[in-house]
C-alpha cells in the first residue's frame, strides 16, 4: 500500500504541476494509476475512484482524504493528510508538500528494502540455531538412547531440560526482538 501510495503522489503532483486543481488532479491521477495498475481491484485504484466519488457528490477534499487516511491505517497517510488539511486551510504550496511526501515515503520504503535484505541472512542463521539443539536432541536419543536415557528418566534431567526449553524460548524471543527493526 505504501508504494502504491507513493506513485499515486507522484501522479497527483505531476497533475497539480500541470496546472489543474485539486479536484482535477485526483481525476487525472486515477487514469494514470489505472496505467500503471491495470487490474480495478488494485487498492489504491479503489480508493482514488472512492475519492472522486465523494467529490463529485460536493465532499470536500479534506473530507474525503481524512476518511481515506481513517481507512488506510498507515502512519504515511496519516502524516500526510494532516499535511494537506492544514496547507490547504492555510493556503501552503500543495504541490511542494505532495513532491515532499512522495519523497519521504519513497525513502523510507528504500531503506526499509535495504534493512530488510541485510537481515535476511541473520534471520536465517536465527532460525538454524533455534533448531539445532532439538535437532541435536532428536539424533542423540535416536542414535544413543541408553546415553540420553537419564536426562529423560531422573529428575535432574527433568530439571536440565526444562531449564534448557526455557532459555530457547527466552533466545527465539530476544533474537525475534533484535532483528524486528521499525522504519
Do not use: C
Not at 500543495?94 to 528494502?113: A, H, M
Amino acid at each position: 500500500m505504501s508504494l502504491q501510495f507513493k506513485e499515486a503522489l507522484y501522479a497527483l503532483s505531476s497533475s497539480l504541476i500541470a496546472g489543474r486543481s485539486v479536484e482535477a488532479a485526483f481525476k487525472e491521477s486515477l487514469k494514470d494509476l489505472a496505467l500503471i495498475y491495470p487490474e480495478e481491484n488494485t487498492y489504491i485504484i479503489q480508493e482514488f475512484s472512492y475519492i472522486i466519488r465523494r467529490l463529485e457528490m460536493n465532499e470536500t477534499v479534506e473530507e474525503a482524504l481524512l476518511d481515506f487516511a481513517r481507512r488506510a491505517h498507515l502512519e504515511e497517510i496519516d502524516s500526510f493528510v494532516d499535511v494537506f488539511v492544514i496547507s490547504k486551510r492555510t493556503g501552503g504550496n500543495i504541490v511542494e508538500i505532495i513532491k515532499n511526501s512522495s519523497t519521504i515515503i519513497g525513502d523510507k520504503l528504500q531503506i526499509k528494502q535495504e534493512i530488510d535484505t541485510l537481515l535476511a541472512e541473520r534471520k536465517f542463521e536465527q532460525k538454524i540455531l533455534n533448531i539445532m539443539p532439538i535437532a541435536m536432541i532428536l539424533v542423540l536419543s535416536w542414535s544413543t538412547g541408553d546415553y540420553m536415557a537419564p536426562v529423560f528418566e531422573t529428575f535432574a534431567g527433568h530439571v536440565a531440560m526444562t531449564a534448557a526449553v526455557l532459555l530457547l524460548g527466552l533466545a527465539y524471543y530476544v533474537s525475534k526482538k533484535i532483528m524486528d527493526i521499525e522504519v
